[in-house]
C-alpha cells in the first residue's frame, strides 16, 4: 500500500509515556538499501513482517513517499540476513494524545538510551496535543533516521 508519509519527530523527556501507552511491540529492522533517494527495510514486528519502500524526504523533513507490503516472517529473516550492517532493535509503544497517536521507540542494543517519539499527520501543519513528556522536535535531523542509526549509533555520538 503506498501513501504520502507526513511526521514529525522528538525527543522524549521522561517515560511517563509508558504509563499511558495502549501498546508495546518489539521491533527487528534492517536496510537492504540506504540510498538517500530511496531506503528499502525489511521488518519483524511481533509475529507479522513487512518490506518497505520509502522515497526522499522534503526539505522540512516533514514527507515522503512510502510503499509497504506484509511479508511471511521466514522471508523476512531471510532478508534481514542479507541486509546491510546494523540490525536495529526496538520496542514501540503506541500512546493515545488528543486525536492523535504517537509511536516513542525505546531503541535497544548500540543505540540503547535513544527514546524518539513520531507522529503521523495528514497534512504539515496539522495541529497536535503535545504531552508533558514531549521534548525537542528533531524532525529532518539526519541522525535520527532509522537508516542512519544503523550506520552511527546512538552510542557513538
Given at each position: 500500500?503506498?501513501?504520502l508519509e507526513i511526521e514529525r519527530k522528538f525527543l522524549i523527556l521522561s517515560d511517563t509515556f509508558k504509563k499511558e501507552a495502549?501498546?508495546?511491540?518489539?521491533?527487528?529492522q534492517g536496510y537492504?538499501?540506504?540510498?538517500?533517494?530511496?531506503?528499502?527495510?525489511?521488518r519483524i514486528m511481533?509475529?507479522?513482517?513487512?518490506?518497505?519502500?520509502?522515497?526522499?524526504?522534503?526539505?522540512a523533513g516533514t514527507s515522503r513517499f512510502e510503499w509497504e507490503i506484509n511479508i511471511p516472517v521466514e522471508e523476512a529473516t531471510n532478508l534481514i540476513d542479507l541486509c546491510e550492517t546494523g540490525i536495529l532493535e526496538k520496542y514501540r509503544y503506541r500512546v493515545p494524545v488528543g486525536r492523535h497517536i504517537f509511536e516513542v521507540d525505546?531503541?535497544?542494543g548500540e543505540n540503547k538510551g535513544l527514546i524518539v517519539a513520531e507522529i503521523e499527520l495528514q497534512h504539515e501543519n496539522e495541529p497536535f496535543e503535545k504531552p508533558n513528556w514531549l521534548g525537542k522536535e528533531v524532525t529532518?535531523?539526519?541522525?535520527?533516521?532509522n537508516s542512519a542509526l544503523t550506520k552511527k549509533p546512538f552510542t557513538t555520538w
Open positions: 500500500m503506498e501513501h495502549y501498546q508495546k511491540d518489539r521491533l527487528v537492504l538499501n540506504t540510498h538517500p533517494d530511496r531506503t528499502v527495510r525489511v511481533n509475529h507479522e513482517a513487512f518490506i518497505t519502500v520509502k522515497g526522499p524526504t522534503n526539505t525505546e531503541f535497544l529532518g535531523d539526519k541522525r535520527y533516521y
